[in-house]
Structures are given as C-alpha cells and as structure tokens.
C-alpha cells in the first residue's frame, strides 16, 4: 500500500515510532527515523532493519522544535530520496517537570511544555507543508490521543501513582483542531492532513490502573502498539484520498 514512499516518523525511536517504523516498511515503504536521540535512534535502525531484512530504513538527527534543524532535515531527505511522501508527527518532547499534578503545574513549566510538544508539531507541519507545496503534494497525520477527544476519567488513576498531565490535554485537543486548521489552509495544495488518535498503549503499566482502564472500554482495554497499524497505513495510503481534517480514535469505546 506504501510502495517507494518516503515516509518520515519523528520520535520513530519511542516505543510508537517503532512500531509506525514496521508497519511502513512492511507496505513497501522508505522509512525514516527522525528522532532528536541519535543513540537510540540508530539502535532501533540497526535492529530493525536486520529484523525485517531490509535497507529501507533510515536514521536522521531532528529536534521538531527548532527550525533550523528541520530545513536540514528536509534538505538532507530531498537530496536522498528527491521527494518526501508524508510526515508523522509521533515525537513526545517534555520537560524535566511534565506531568506535575494540577496545582503544582508552574505557569513557566505548562508553557515550556506547550511549546515543545504543539509548538514543535506546528513548526513541523509548516516546514515540511512548504515542502509539500513545491512538491505538489504531501500528507501530514498528527499522533493525538484519546485525551485530545474526552475529559480524563481521573477515577482510573486512583491508587496508583500516575495521572493525567493537564499540559497533555491542552496539547492534544489543541493538536486536532490544528489539524482541522491545516487541513483548510492547504486547500488547493494537495496536502492532506489528519489526525490518529490512540487509547492507551500497553507498557506494563500498574495492574490497578490496567483493569480500571479495562472497565471503560469494550473488549480489550490497553491496546498493543500494533492496533494502530491499520489506521496509519490506511491514512498514508492512497485508500483516504479523500479523508482530510479528520480525526481517527483507535481506543476500544474508552471515549464513547
Ligand atoms: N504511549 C501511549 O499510551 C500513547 C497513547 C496515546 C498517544 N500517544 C502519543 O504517541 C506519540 C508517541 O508516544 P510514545 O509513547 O511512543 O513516546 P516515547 O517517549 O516512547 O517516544 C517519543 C520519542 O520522541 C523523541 N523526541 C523527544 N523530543 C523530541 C524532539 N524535540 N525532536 C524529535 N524527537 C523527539 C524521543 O527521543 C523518543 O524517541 C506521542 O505523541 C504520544 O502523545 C501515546
């Protein structure tokens, strides 16, 4: 379905990356890490490359929230590859104090924290856009999350040590209207963008919040990082032509 596309991945190191990385190169696909953590980075290449026996997979150093290192980036893969197909923005940039519960969030920390993961997302979408647009064409498909959708139901958190970060709420709701904004600003350029949504995946987290989490959806609860595959490679492919500005949730019922 992605046969000879030039499919770039930031934070395609993180433990979604990864998974986005497979599911390319097994349609057929270039893969390309960008990822601002070079030893990492180059460690998921090496592996999986030999794992799915392929050279399709590439490695470059990109931070999403400077520009400058986005215009390399971009330059690097025009001079490689001459054309990029699509850009998922999946990269998860925080600060050391992201996450803080409610009344201990710093004003300085929620908008360090906006900055980075929104602000990197836009300044992202806008490079590689401008490219797109020399290009004649371009697909852009924003990593959301169910959080972006529905309040957070806090009752699943209760006895454990986790919560749900008000930065992440703000940034993802703020990313699918964004999304929306993109989509109609491109009118005329053949640029597609959407959104993909996610429920919670699956990383061992505390058995508490996993059957609490469970409780809320409809058959599995947690899903594996496979479960998005599908939806990825249906928005990249040429299968959604048509489906722009939209938000697709992978989430087992959690929001309904
Ligand atoms: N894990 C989940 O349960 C879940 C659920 C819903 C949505 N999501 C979303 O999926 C995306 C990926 O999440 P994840 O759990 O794989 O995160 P992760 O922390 O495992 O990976 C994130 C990757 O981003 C990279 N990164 C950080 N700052 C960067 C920067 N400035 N420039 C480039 N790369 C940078 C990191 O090096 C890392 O490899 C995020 O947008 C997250 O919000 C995750």
Redesign the pocket.
């Known amino acids: 379905m992605l046969k000879n596309r030039v499919i770039v991945i930031?934070?395609?190191?993180?433990?979604?990356?990864?998974e986005f990385v497979k599911v390319v190169i097994k349609n057929g696909a270039i893969a390309v890490i960008?990822?601002?953590?070079t030893e990492?980075?180059k460690k998921v290449k090496k592996e999986l490359s030999k794992k799915l026996n392929t050279d399709n997979i590439h490695f470059i150093k990109?931070?999403?929230?400077?520009k400058k290192?986005l215009k390399k980036c971009i330059d690097k893969l025009d001079k490689k590859f001459g054309k990029i197909n699509a850009i998922v923005?999946?990269?998860?940039?925080?600060n050391k104090n992201y996450a803080r519960s409610f009344f201990d969030v710093e004003y300085e920390d929620f908008v360090e924290n906006l900055g980075?993961?929104l602000g990197?997302y836009f300044v992202t979408s806008q490079q590689f856009a401008k490219y797109f647009q020399k290009q004649g064409y371009g697909n852009i498909v924003n990593?959301?999350?169910?959080?972006g959708v529905v309040a957070p139901k806090f009752e699943i958190y209760e006895g454990t040590k986790m919560t749900m970060p008000v930065e992440?709420a703000a940034?993802?709701s703020g990313l699918i209207h964004l999304t929306k904004y993109m989509a109609k600003y491109f009118k005329g350029m053949n640029i597609k963008v959407n959104a993909l949504?996610?429920?919670?995946?699956?990383?061992d987290q505390d058995p508490l919040f996993l059957s609490a989490y469970k409780q809320q959806c409809l058959s599995k609860g947690?899903l594996n990082?496979s479960d998005l595959a599908g939806t990825l490679v249906y928005l990249l492919s040429d299968m959604s032509q048509y489906v722009n500005g939209q938000n697709i949730i992978v989430d087992d019922g959690f929001c309904l």
Not at 34 to 37: P, T
Not at 143 to 147: A, H, N, P, T
């Open positions: 930031t934070g395609g190191a993180g433990l979604i990356g990864q960008a990822d601002i953590n990492i980075g990109l931070d999403i929230t400077s290192s923005n999946n990269a998860y940039p925080r980075l993961n990197g990593i959301s999350s169910i959080y992440y940034i993802k949504s996610p429920g919670g995946i699956f990383d947690m990082k």
